[in-house]
């Protein structure tokens, strides 16, 4: 099975909470691309996540679908959808889509909610749901929902007591494997809302377990195995 790697651009706010719905890999091979146009922050953040990997547009390949004005700026569900799978070998693909945010306070420096001892007992557990009927019998698709508790601090937020920035403290990698093998991967950013949700494909391959691992700036990590029942 081939992997993916969905690269967005920056946003005009990245704050998004990332509901991804990644395609079925299938094998192909993908055309050579020209270098995608970017912001002028772009080159700062691709150099810091990315280092000198070549990046190739994915105009007609990939599409991001979001809505252009969301009612809640604090969590914008974003669908990422791919007609070719990347190459095994993996070449990343960027596409990009503009959201607006109207009037108050953005969702970058907007506090997180709930109470800080709560959030921090409970930074990195994990929550997964079968979405849709189960699958009857193996190779066939399945969608899941993994949920992960995390303040996901943009490093733009000021603490109401010490008015001081909360240091940057964000999820930078989300990975799913079915069995041993590798179904879904994302890198994190400060465009993942406090608590982040994914949903993603696969198709079934007879395994009995899902396990799905995390991590953060810190360095902290995060595995936990969800039984998915072996397909019939």
């Given at each position: 099975?081939?992997?993916?790697?969905?690269?967005?651009?920056?946003?005009?706010?990245?704050?998004?909470?990332?509901?991804?719905?990644?395609?079925?890999?299938?094998?192909?091979?993908l055309p050579i691309a020209l270098p995608a146009k970017a912001s002028e922050a772009w080159p700062g953040i691709r150099a810091e996540v990315f280092g000198a990997r070549p990046i190739h547009d994915?105009?007609?390949?990939?599409?991001?679908?979001?809505?252009?004005?969301?009612?809640?700026?604090?969590?914008?569900?974003?669908?990422?959808?791919?007609?070719?799978?990347?190459a095994s070998d993996g070449e990343l693909l960027m596409a990009e889509q503009l959201v607006k945010f109207a009037g108050g306070q953005a969702s970058c420096s907007a506090p997180p909610v709930g109470d800080p001892k709560v959030i921090a007992a409970?930074?990195?557990?994990?929550?997964?749901?079968?979405?849709?009927?189960?699958?009857a019998s193996s190779h066939a698709v399945e969608r899941a929902r993994v949920a992960l508790s995390?303040?996901?601090?943009?490093?733009?937020?000021?603490?109401?007591?010490t008015l001081l920035y909360i240091p940057l403290l964000m999820v930078d990698?989300?990975?799913?494997?079915?069995?041993?093998e590798l179904v879904f991967e994302m890198t994190g950013s400060i465009t993942l809302a406090q608590n982040p949700a994914v949903e993603f494909d696969f198709v079934t391959n007879g395994a009995g377990e899902m396990t799905v691992s995390a991590g953060d700036t810190?360095?902290?990590?995060?595995e936990q195995r969800f039984p998915i029942g072996p397909a019939s």
């Open positions: 099975m081939t992997r993916r790697r969905l690269v967005p651009k920056p946003w005009r706010c990245t704050c998004l909470s990332a509901l991804l719905a990644a395609a079925v890999p299938i094998a192909a091979a994915g105009g007609g390949l990939v599409t991001l679908k979001a809505p252009y004005r969301p009612d809640d700026v604090r969590s914008v569900p974003l669908e990422a959808e791919d007609r070719l799978a990347e409970t930074m990195g557990r994990m929550e997964f749901a079968a979405v849709g009927a189960k699958a995390h303040p996901n601090h943009t490093g733009m937020v000021l603490d109401p007591i990698r989300i990975e799913a494997r079915q069995g041993g810190s360095g902290a990590s995060w």
